[in-house]
């Protein structure tokens, strides 16, 4: 890993991270060892930070040097036990057994002795957040980096014992061994009775992926049985001495206004804190029922706004585009008049994806503490750097006074982002002087986090009679710029992201604008093979390049047994498959179409997948097949429904989610490429899913559904209730 910076730049569609917070306001680092005693640690000094931080120009954010007594990366405890640091958080995405594989590793001793510490501010380096699938690619390295810089340690340490040179020596099972005499010494023993601290070489040799021993195998998920038995605590399981319960008071609508408020009874009520700041109403108390029965009580009045609705979302998106466009927002190659002019076939349409939810098992929920000025949170952020900033901001303390620890999360799926809940815990435990818990409720969480931003796409192309494409024209409204360019070989291109006047709260989500750009995308390429009358995958290889990609495509359509004969009414197959963050995807998707009803069954998929070298088979295994799972719900039938600034269907009662009984066969394939650096893999395999589903249902019936969802209540009924532009 090179000692320059790693440059993140947030897309486009990441709208809350320049948003401003929902609400509006008028523990110092410990000593390093101190906390964990004396040992080997490895440090990452200021000058050397660059390598493994990710930067990015945010509002409100900034790139923080690290001062040396905590940004300790590695320590090696003692009793030979080792603990590795990372800000990156567990969000169910199994990083913590993966890093800790990758650390093991490089140092050469049993995975069972190393112990991640995760996303505490107090006690992890800097980290711009889990976010962008850049966990493996940026944190992977990094630790592989400090692991070996230990190694040397160690066996410097070791050198120095027996006054021989180092390069002799070997290490392996926690031990540095000399060959030459068969002598050796636990890393226990080298640390114990010892304060050693090496500062992070800018660059130290590191194990190539075809020499790995623990990372590249299935190792069960770390602290597996916490999680089965219900001995993990998740944040809103956590108890403090002397803890409250906060609720929060919610607008009528988006945009609302507090005009005039009444607390009385409220007040008066036994052991309640109320609290009233600006637009922001809270009350706390010994539990939810009072907490909650005292908002009851107050009596207030909002001023509204008038809204859109769902009915007229795609119209408002095209209506309200900016005229500001810069160079980054769009692409030009060649000449795209001259390629429609030189087509044989000339296709035009329109592609639109709806609003969904995150809709995690584990709603927004945050514990707040304030003691002698200093606020802790416990908290599910993807972010938790950005949070501690975010309180600090908004009640004007030092960052040093502000410690954000995330428990693991149960999911997170991008909306986890902004420190929404902490806020809240923290004005209502500064009020009461106790702590305070706030858990959002399944109706809070589907209305006021923040949603994946909806679109619409116009794609223009043209084809040459022998099925090579001349022109490609796609324009991206509203969702965002995540994998806009098209991978296929076309010499005349323009490509181009226009933003909107959002009007709903909008975000990351799983694959960003990816899902909505590869939908358009892969839909198009069908209808565009069919005018061809060419086969759908030897279409898209006749127009590939990238062997990367036309390796998964090849994978896939291996797997599933491409391309099968329909042998019944109502069955069709379909494929689609792109690249994006570094991995490489293809989806075949089998459908079943009940005719008198207009039923769609997923039948089976087979997904290929490619993400560099793989640490961890059976993590990846499930991170392929729960992107699978998850993406039949975007496919299918979620979309959030509005009227009046209004969410109108913010419960699972009436927002449809993937159940057992919608989880078809699914085959994934991974494709191992030692050759190549690890990449990310918690977004790409949810991308290629609704399109390839989308092309079957075309294969099945004729019908070209080009709006997700696309069967939300049935075939017969496509697209009712979501405007499309079918």
Not at 684 to 713: D, E, Q, S, W, Y
Request: aromatic share 8%; net charge neutral.
């Amino acid at each position: 890993m090179s000692g320059s910076s790693v440059r993140f730049v947030p897309e486009p569609e990441r709208y809350e991270f320049t948003a401003a917070p929902m609400h509006h306001f008028e523990l110092t680092r410990r000593d390093f060892f101190k906390f964990l005693g004396a040992g080997i640690a490895v440090f990452a000094v200021a000058k050397d930070t660059l390598a493994a931080q990710e930067t990015a120009p945010t509002q409100g954010f900034h790139q923080e040097e690290l001062p040396k007594d905590i940004t300790a990366w590695l320590h090696i405890g003692e009793d030979g036990n080792v603990t590795a640091f990372t800000g990156k958080v567990e969000i169910g995405q199994n990083i913590r057994t993966s890093l800790a594989q990758t650390v093991a590793d490089e140092l050469h001793l049993p995975f069972e002795s190393v112990t991640m510490v995760t996303a505490d501010t107090a006690l992890t380096p800097f980290d711009f957040g889990t976010v962008g699938s850049r966990s493996m690619p940026t944190m992977s390295p990094q630790l592989r980096r400090v692991a070996a810089a230990a190694r040397d340690l160690l066996v410097d340490a070791a050198a120095k014992e027996w006054s021989v040179a180092a390069a002799g020596l070997t290490t392996a099972d926690g031990k540095v061994t000399d060959p030459a005499t068969g002598r050796s010494l636990r890393y226990a023993d080298l640390a114990r009775g010892k304060t050693l601290a090496q500062n992070l070489p800018s660059e130290d040799p590191v194990t190539p992926p075809d020499q790995w021993t623990i990372a590249g195998k299935s190792i069960p998920k770390k602290d597996a049985r916490a999680f089965v038995t219900g001995k993990h605590q998740y944040t809103p399981d956590l108890r403090r001495p002397g803890q409250l319960y906060g609720k929060v008071l919610r607008p009528p609508s988006f945009g609302a206004t507090l005009t005039s408020y009444d607390a009385k009874a409220a007040l008066a009520m036994s052991g309640v804190v109320v609290v009233r700041d600006g637009d922001f109403i809270g009350a706390a108390a010994s539990n939810e029922r009072d907490a909650s029965r005292a908002l009851e009580t107050i009596h207030a009045e909002w001023k509204e706004v008038p809204h859109t609705s769902s009915n007229e979302l795609f119209s408002y998106l095209k209506k309200n585009a900016t005229d500001k466009s810069d160079d980054r927002s769009r692409r030009t190659k060649g000449s795209v008049e001259d390629g429609f002019a030189a087509a044989a076939h000339l296709l035009d349409a329109t592609y639109t994806v709806a609003f969904i939810a995150h809709a995690p098992l584990e709603p927004r929920a945050a514990v707040a503490e304030w003691s002698d000025g200093k606020l802790t949170v416990w908290t599910g952020s993807q972010r938790p750097f950005a949070v501690r900033d975010e309180l600090a901001s908004v009640f004007h303390v030092s960052e040093s006074d502000v410690r954000v620890i995330v428990p693991d999360t149960g999911s997170a799926y991008g909306g986890k982002h902004t420190g929404d809940a902490a806020l809240e815990a923290a004005r209502l435990a500064r009020a009461a002087a106790r702590p305070v818990q706030v858990v959002w409720t399944r109706e809070e969480e589907f209305t006021w986090a923040y949603f994946r931003p909806a679109g619409v796409m116009e794609v223009k192309s043209g084809i040459a009679a022998d099925g090579a494409l001349t022109a490609w024209e796609f324009h991206n409204y509203n969702s965002g710029m995540s994998a806009i360019d098209t991978p296929y070989v076309v010499p005349n291109q323009h490509i181009q992201f226009h933003s909107t006047q959002c009007p709903l709260r909008s975000g990351s989500y799983r694959g960003l604008a990816a899902t909505a750009n590869f939908f358009a995308r892969e839909s198009h390429m069908d209808e565009l093979a069919h005018a061809a009358q060419i086969d759908p995958l030897e279409f898209r290889l006749k127009n590939l390049s990238d062997p990367r990609l036309r390796a998964v495509f090849e994978a896939a359509a291996k797997s599933f047994g491409w391309s099968r004969k329909k042998i019944q009414e109502g069955q069709g197959f379909g494929i689609a498959g792109g690249l994006e963050k570094g991995g490489y995807v293809a989806t075949c998707a089998e459908v079943s179409v009940e005719h008198s009803s207009g039923a769609v069954r997923v039948v089976r998929m087979a997904t290929a997948f490619e993400c560099g070298a793989i640490v961890n088979p059976d993590g990846l295994l499930n991170q392929v097949i729960g992107a699978n799972i998850q993406g039949l719900g975007g496919a299918l039938f979620e979309f959030i429904e509005f009227e009046n600034g209004r969410i109108t269907n913010p419960r699972f009662s009436r927002y449809r989610v993937p159940r057992f009984r919608d989880v078809p066969g699914i085959q994934a394939v991974l494709l191992d490429r030692k050759d190549l650096p690890s990449a990310g893999a918690g977004e790409t395999p949810i991308m290629a899913v609704a399109p390839a589903i989308g092309n079957a249902i075309f294969h099945a019936t004729g019908t070209r559904l080009r709006g997700l969802p696309m069967v939300p209540k049935g075939l017969n009924r496509a697209q009712s209730g979501v405007q499309s532009t079918s």
